[in-house]
């Protein structure tokens, strides 16, 4: 993955709105938290494979970045991200992480569902 260039990315988040998409997002300190400090809690938030359809996309900050997808009912909202990319089944993958490269979020979107 590549670091984030907000135009890039704006550009993939407007293809995908409008439409039926499948969502991928998860947050995590990471089950390495606790190794570093043993008062830490772990955290996380985990959703695969639902569908849900945005009228609007937005990729905002200055890196880390935020993703906010508008829905009918409510946002979809991700915030830390600071790399990203479409990979050849055309799905946008972004990710954020922290200082030593670990994993600390994760927003994807596809047309197809993720195996």
């Known amino acids: 993955m590549d670091p984030i260039v907000p135009d890039r ?10 439409q039926d998409v499948y969502i991928h997002l998860e947050t995590t300190n990471g089950a390495y938290a606790s190794h570093h400090d043993e008062k830490a809690i772990n955290v996380g938030a985990y959703i695969r494979n639902a569908r849900i359809q945005y009228s609007r996309g937005k990729i905002r900050g200055d890196g880390p970045y935020r993703v906010g997808l508008k829905m009918e ?6 915030e830390g991200l600071t790399h990203g990319e479409v990979d050849p ?3 946008l ?5 922290n200082r030593e ?6 927003l994807q979107l596809s047309f197809e569902p993720f195996e």
């Open 9 to 18: 990315i704006q550009k993939e988040l407007d293809r995908f709105s409008k």
């Open 73 to 78: 009912s409510g946002w979809v909202y991700a």
């Open 89 to 91: 089944k055309g799905r």
């Open 93 to 97: 993958l972004l990710a954020g992480h």
């Open 101 to 106: 490269g670990k994993l600390t979020v994760a």
